[in-house]
């Protein structure tokens, strides 16, 4: 993996593109005040920045999500699909600003309509598993029966096995919280960990889950809130630690683009567990890239980190 070492006079910070230059530079070109015909620039930019990425489907998952937060507020999706009608990479554009704003307002206004441009980008772009990433978000976030969402699924991991959004997207819609269930979404995991190699964008997804399970356990109170420290000591728990802790780290193994960000659950984790020493070479690897998620669990993110990779550091 290509971490940049930043100055850690700086101190933490939380970079949506994590440790990709290209797509840092275009997201802020994206969320700068607005001149006027500055449009056309930015659409230039990002046509540039998908086209690099060629078949690499994680690395243009990743940019896509970052684009299509830091676009969502502006026109920026609609201006390059009205220049563009034909366009997959527009349509898929548009279609995930639109479910980032739907993340935003908890609906969203028209969602068969996304849908139906999730479906018409896929049949521009019949390799990319993008399109089919959109829409298994858009499914989701409708709470959409299985035997809707499940075949869509087989679409993305047709394409892209280990697509990490995909993973997460699933993780999550299976949960108690949303359409599933403790015991669905348990052999979910148990599926996820015997196929997936230990440097497969979706490695993270146990970790993530358990972390889901600990933020569960707090917010509902009482006497298991106060001992939340033990779910992380049971069999699955300490398994997963101790085996992302010795490969997770090593130079070279994590090579996918949000690898910062399982790097950040994963100290996040340790910290819970209690084990936040382990982690002295994790957060020396991680530098100053906070994302938001988890340690915004804990309160404010960029405290939270400081504080804890200082104490692994000290």
Known sequence: MSILRRLRASGPRMLPELDDVKLGRVRRQLTSTGIPGQS???????????????ADWDRRTHRLAVLAEA?????????????????GDAMVFEAWVELVRG??????????????????????????????????GVLRLIRADTRELFPVWHEVTSRDPWNREAHLQM?????PEECGSRSGQLEFLDAVRSGVPSNAPA???????????????????GVEALLVRRQWTNHRATRALDTALARWPRAGHLQYAAALADLNVLAFALVQAGRPREGAGLFD???????PWPWSLDGDPLRQFGYWQAKALG
Not at 40 to 54: A, F, N, P, V
Not at 171 to 175: A, E, M, Q
């Open 40 to 54: 056309g620039i930015q659409i230039d930019q990002i046509e540039r920045l998908l086209q690099e990425t060629g």
């Open 71 to 87: 676009a969502a507020p502006s026109g920026l999706a609609r201006a390059w699909r009205m220049r563009r009608p034909h366009s």
């Open 103 to 136: 993340r935003h307002d908890g609906r969203m206004a028209d969602a068969r309509s996304v849908a139906a441009d999730c479906r018409r980008a896929a049949e521009a772009l019949p390799e990319d598993p993008t399109p089919w990433v959109v829409l298994l």
């Open 171 to 175: 993780l999550r819609y299976l949960s």
């Open 203 to 221: 490695v993270g997804v146990e970790l993530t889950a358990l972390i889901d399970e600990h933020a569960r356990t707090v917010a509902r109170g």
């Open 285 to 291: 690897l991680i530098g100053d890239t906070v994302t």
